[in-house]
Structure formats: C-alpha cells, structure tokens
C-alpha cells in the first residue's frame, strides 16, 4: 500500500506536468494525423489536376446522331444533313453492289436520326466511309452491324 500511496503522491505533486506531458502528446498526434490527411488530398488534388483537363476536353454540340440498327454512326448539325449523308452512302453502296440506281432503293436496316449533345469529334460530313463493307462509327471503331439493300422495282408487262 506504501508503493500506491507513493504513486498518488507523485502524481498530485506533479499533475501539472503530468497533464502538460498528455496535451503536448495528444496535440502531436493530431499535427501528425492532420498532415497525412493533407499529404493524401495533396496528392489526390494532384490527380484531379491531370485527369480532370482531359476531360474537359470534351465538347459537346447539339445536332442529329445517325444510328443505324441503334448504333451511332455519326452526327450531323441538322436532320437533313444526316438523312442527306445517308442517302449519299446509299449511293455508293448501290453502286458497289451494281444494283439499278433507277429502282427504289433504301436501307434495310433500322435507320433513325435523333437529336441530342454529340462530341465534337462526332460530327461528319459523309459517312460513306463509315457504311461500306465494314460498318464504322465516328471514331473507326467496327459495329456489329451488316448492312442490306432493300430494292423495289416496278415491272410491268403488255401481253
């Protein structure tokens, strides 16, 4: 009991810098915790800071996506740019395929033009390159998409 008695008495004599000792331990802790954490959003502040140009990078514009069977090919500032490139590319394919231009031609695939916010590089003048033996979109990418020409011809017979 002398030992306990002894370790009171040491701790009311000194309990100033004993309490001293503990706030200075405790604010250590906390000057080391707070300067990781700062390390740490320096850091992720410093990633943000290189991603975050590129993809700012990216502008989007207003216009007319052409999809073919739900597959954006391209884009095009009005509905009638768009169904104008596709008429073009039909052409050629018309041609490609020597089919008689006088015929009714068309697309047998789904084709729709729907407006929307496109990113700039999206936006073509001809998409003839895009839909011939191998269906490409904007940026070259291959589609899944086999394209078929749908012909209607009238015939008619005097007997």
């Known amino acids: ?6 370790v009171v008495s040491i701790f009311k004599k000194n309990r100033i810098a004993i309490v001293a000792v503990l706030v200075f331990a ?3 802790c906390s000057v080391f915790a707070f300067a990781a954490n700062r390390s740490e959003n320096s850091a992720n ?9 590129e993809v700012n990078k990216t502008v989007l514009l207003n216009g007319y996506g052409i999809y073919i069977d739900g597959y954006l090919i391209a884009a095009a500032e009005t509905e009638e740019q768009a ?3 596709v008429e073009d590319a039909l052409n050629e394919r ?3 395929l020597n089919i008689d231009a006088s015929a009714n031609n068309s697309f047998a695939n ?3 033009y729907i407006q929307g916010n496109f990113e700039e590089n999206a ?7 895009n839909l011939g033996e191998i269906v490409t979109d904007y940026s070259g990418e291959h589609l899944p998409v086999t394209l078929s020409v749908k012909t209607v011809t009238n015939y008619s017979e005097s007997v």
């Open 1 to 6: 009991m002398a030992k306990n008695l002894n």
């Open 26 to 28: 405790l604010a250590l």
């Open 45 to 53: 502040e410093d990633i943000s800071a290189e991603v975050l140009p």
């Open 83 to 85: 169904s104008q490139m």
């Open 94 to 96: 018309i041609k490609a």
């Open 110 to 112: 789904s084709v729709s």
């Open 123 to 129: 936006f073509k003048t001809s998409v003839v390159a």
